[in-house]
């Protein structure tokens, strides 16, 4: 953090600002040249409250040096971070394919998804028990049955499953049960609940909020690490824009954008970005093709039939074209699936 000293400040007014940096626990690096006197913050100034120094009389500017996440900065980790879950990863060279439908609904249902994505190629299985939908009135999942279906796939298909959180009342149930927890878009900045997934050392895939910035996505990973559980994976879900043709704006501009701000693996999620079938195909090759190191994809059996997200949700037959489209494009970004 660097402190532009106003012309008129009195020396007593910059002796107190520097008493006051030192009483942060940081060094004062002073630089006075003939039209700018400077003093640079040396230190850890991540706790610091902009507004200390732009309320004081003697400072004209502040101006931030370094972002505000450390842990997720690629400054202060340089090489990628590479999620293991179980004999699976996700952030490595192999791209993370993580598809099912929107919300369990049976047991038929889910293991029949998760057979034919599993054929197809697919390393993970998802699946809402818990759904976080508009209207109150609107199909809420299965909850714990969820679960326990999604459990039930999992033993038949060896897939690891991936279901979203939306309570700290859960967290137990999802530690024991659950290999990937999500945090959907709309608890994004909940931030009791990433402080408790902080705790554990589950992996979690973080979804972008509906209105966030990249940085303020960056800051929600900050909550999970700062309590020690590194293990986050970031999703772009589509951003809320202008546009009412798509569901949400995919940015795509996200995957080099966080690539080059941050060490951790970023997955696109052209399902939610869209909100219509026909398009996941073009985004999810766009995606393999921008540097995601993974998509998350809706597949259900039935969209027509489906309780939740059918309209975005691709047939099996559908996902099985696209993979191997997919394995193509991966190699030619010296990747694989
Ligand atoms: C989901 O993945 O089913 C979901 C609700 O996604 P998002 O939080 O991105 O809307
Ligand atoms: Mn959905």
Request: glycine share 8%.
């Amino acid at each position: 953090m660097i402190l532009v000293i106003r012309k008129q400040a009195s020396e007593k007014e910059i002796e107190d600002v520097k008493k006051k940096i030192h009483s942060l626990g940081c060094e004062v690096h002073e630089s006075v040249g003939v039209n700018c006197h400077i003093l640079g913050i040396v230190g850890d100034t991540s706790v610091i409250e902009p507004g200390t120094f732009q309320t004081n009389p003697a400072v004209d500017k502040v101006i931030a040096v370094q972002e505000p996440y450390k842990k997720s900065n690629r400054m202060f980790h340089p090489d990628n971070t590479v999620v293991k879950i179980n004999d699976m990863e996700i952030g490595g060279k192999k791209l993370a394919i993580i598809a099912g439908p929107c919300s369990v609904e049976s047991e038929e249902q889910i293991i029949s998804i998760a057979e034919s994505v599993k054929k197809s190629g697919a390393g993970f299985l998802r699946g809402g028990a818990f759904k976080p939908r508009t209207s109150p009135y609107a199909f809420q999942g299965l909850k714990k049955e969820g679960l326990e279906l999604l459990k039930i796939a999992r033993e038949k298909t060896g897939l690891p499953i991936v279901t979203e959180i939306m309570s700290t009342d859960n967290l137990d149930e999802f530690v024991e049960d659950v290999d990937v927890i999500q945090v959907g878009a709309r608890n994004m900045q909940n931030f009791d609940l990433l402080k408790q997934l902080g705790k554990t050392r589950k992996p979690i895939l973080l979804k972008r909020g509906l209105s966030a910035t990249i940085e303020e996505l960056l800051m929600s990973a900050e909550y999970i690490m700062a309590g020690g559980n590194e293990n986050v994976i970031l999703c772009e879900r589509g951003i809320r824009t202008f546009e009412k043709f798509t569901r949400n704006t995919l940015d795509l501009s996200a995957v080099p954008a966080i690539k080059k701000l941050s060490h951790l693996p970023v997955i696109i999620d052209p399902s939610h970005a869209a909100g219509l079938w026909w398009m996941v195909e073009p985004m999810a090759k766009a995606a393999v093709v921008a540097g995601a190191d993974g998509l998350i994809i809706e597949v259900h059996n039935d969209p027509e039939n489906a309780l939740c997200d059918g309209a975005q949700s691709i047939k099996p037959d559908k996902f099985d074209k696209l993979m191997d489209k997919l394995k193509v494009l991966a190699e030619v970004e010296d990747r694989a699936i």
